[in-house]
């Protein structure tokens, strides 16, 4: 599977907002659904969003709901994710991921993992 490839991170200050966009291979439209995840420093990646491409259905993770949003623009075979309120701990590098489903009542990516994008909340 084609890692999907992410842009838009940058420096905001504390309160501000962001757009990040993944780009993925149009073969990628499949059964799974697209997810971002991110990773802050000296920590495990963790679970951000994930939308499913076909239905449009979303979860987040609790520490983001209400102040970011997933959406997708199938034919710019695209996924965003909106950053908004942004906190200093929400500064992690964000990865998004194609091949997202539920695994052990968790959201795992099973698919390639790209570069990311790294995104810095200042205070």
């Known amino acids: 599977q084609v890692a999907a490839v992410e842009s838009g991170g940058g420096l905001v200050q504390a309160g501000g907002s962001l757009r990040l966009s993944c780009t993925y291979d149009r073969r990628t439209f499949n059964r799974y659904a697209t997810g971002w995840f991110r990773r802050a420093p000296g920590k495990d990646r963790e679970f951000v969003a994930v939308i499913n491409l076909s239905s449009g259905s979303t979860d987040y993770a609790d520490s983001v709901k209400g102040r970011f949003t997933i959406s997708r623009d199938n034919a710019k075979s695209t996924v965003y994710l909106q950053l908004d309120s942004l906190r200093p701990e929400d500064t992690a590098v964000y990865y998004c991921?194609?091949?997202?489903?539920?695994?052990?009542?968790?959201?795992?990516?099973?698919?390639?993992w790209g570069q990311g994008t790294q995104v810095t909340v200042s205070s």
């Open positions: 991921n194609t091949g997202t489903r539920m695994y052990e009542s968790k959201w795992r990516g099973f698919g390639s």
